[in-house]
């Protein structure tokens, strides 16, 4: 079984060599040999990723990610057998009558520039991020670490356990695009519990909390205004002005009437139109998102927002192409989750230490997986492990406190034992 400090020594490792939502080869590379290592069982790509359902995936993005990934040193055979998609899943068969239990941990980056300045202690002590843009920023490199911990206690303790356990490790979860593709490969559909957690929050190191809070149900989505250019000054007339089209869109997007009774939000976080100062705009770009309190307040925003769109568009005579990328529902945790949770966290730091915190967290895509396993008669919950951090998530100074990695192994072996013991 892995110690303490090798775990810590190959988070940095992970921190060192971050990857974007689908282009996680070498995280996945490292996952896989470790639980093949472990002596699991093991699927990858396709066998655990539904490529019907994958959302936001840049296939250029994800052939340079490949060749960056076998030149760091990702396994070429494991590459291949991944067949363009990240992510993977162990699974421990023990052989004896049971639970089915499912844990998930997500393993992408953030698409942010981590600092480069000696205080921050990543880049001090020489193992900051060495990819250009690319930053684990909130702290998925522990949950991968953690994910792999417990394979490795899973593997040493099959023989005192009794059902399955299979433990995922989601690529994708920015932007929330990874838990769709994943749960569409079935893996979850015999699952009884199911447990997906998060570090930080701005819970301090030594708190667990068995009780997410409110999660928001969203969609995310991208617009491409099509016009038609002309001479500005000459012509005017002639063209089809898209940035009017896309500017008129946001305005009236943001206008969208919310309801009164539930949390809801709406962003449009970037426009982007024209093509010079004297050319009558024939393109823009918008990306935004809309976010409700329940799948009902996020579908009624999401489709004023189609419509808001493509009506702008056609007052100004162009055209709207609208994309999904990504998306997330909301959620409710079950209490005999809760309560099995808030057993082992109390086993494992002491009951002063177990909150239940009313975290409004924004949104999570483990949410499509936690509400898969409901529809089918299962149970769960998510969990906050506190870290303390240097930096809040997403901002480049991000850091946590690495004493979360070996809270979180014990816990879960506490967890897994209550479940599925051999002598439950
Ligand atoms: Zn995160």
New binding site residues.
């Given amino acids: 079984m892995l110690n303490n400090s090798e775990l810590i020594a190959l988070r940095r490792e992970l921190h060192k060599y971050p990857e974007t939502g689908w282009c996680e080869f070498l995280t996945t590379s490292k996952v896989v040999g470790y639980l093949r290592s472990f002596g699991l069982k093991v699927l990858v790509g396709p066998n655990v990723i539904n490529p019907k359902y994958v959302l936001g995936r840049k296939p250029e993005k994800v052939t340079e990610a490949q060749a960056r990934a076998l030149q760091e040193g990702a396994n070429p055979k494991t590459i291949e057998e991944m067949g363009g998609y990240t992510g993977c899943a162990a699974i421990l068969e023990t052989g004896r009558p049971g639970p089915v239990i499912g844990i998930r941990f997500?393993i992408d980056c953030v698409d942010v520039d981590e600092i480069k300045e000696n205080s921050h202690k990543p880049y001090f002590e020489g193992w900051a991020s060495t990819h250009q843009g690319e930053m684990h920023a909130?702290?998925?490199d522990g949950h991968t670490v953690m994910g792999i911990a417990v394979c490795s206690w899973l593997a040493e303790n099959a023989d005192k356990l009794c059902g399955t356990i299979k433990v995922l490790f989601q690529p994708a979860?920015?932007g929330v695009r990874g838990a769709r593709p994943m749960t569409e490969s079935g893996i979850l559909d015999d699952v009884d519990f199911f447990f997906g957690n998060?570090l930080g929050l701005n819970l301090p190191t030594g708190i667990i909390s068995p009780d997410p809070g409110i999660f928001l149900a969203t969609t995310k989505l991208d617009a491409h205004f099509t016009g038609k250019a002309s001479h500005a000054g000459a012509e005017p007339d002639k063209g089809k002005n898209a940035l009017l089209a896309s500017a008129t869109a946001a305005l009236s997007i943001h206008a969208i009437a919310r309801p009164v009774a539930f949390s809801s939000s709406i962003n449009v976080g970037t426009l982007r139109a024209g093509t010079g100062r004297n050319v009558v705009p024939p393109s823009a770009d918008m990306q935004l998102e809309v976010r409700g309190e329940t799948e009902e307040v996020c579908a009624y925003l999401r489709e004023e927002a189609i419509n808001r769109i493509t009506g702008s568009a056609q007052m100004y005579g162009c055209t709207a192409g609208i994309e999904k990328v990504g998306e997330a529902t909301d959620f409710k945790p079950d209490s005999e989750a809760i309560n099995l949770v808030e057993k082992a966290a109390t086993e494992t730091v002491g009951p002063d230490n177990v909150k239940k915190l009313q975290l409004a967290m924004g949104s999570e895509d483990c949410t499509i997986m936690l509400k898969r396993v409901q529809a089918k008669g299962g149970k769960g919950t998510f969990i906050v492990f506190g870290s303390t951090l240097a930096a809040g998530?997403h901002q480049n100074r991000f850091d946590f406190d690495e004493d979360v990695i070996d809270i979180a192994l014990r816990f879960y072996q506490n967890l897994i034992m209550l479940v599925a013991g051999k002598a439950n």
Avoid: A, I, K, L
């Fill in positions: 997500d909130c702290g998925h979860e920015e998060h998530h």
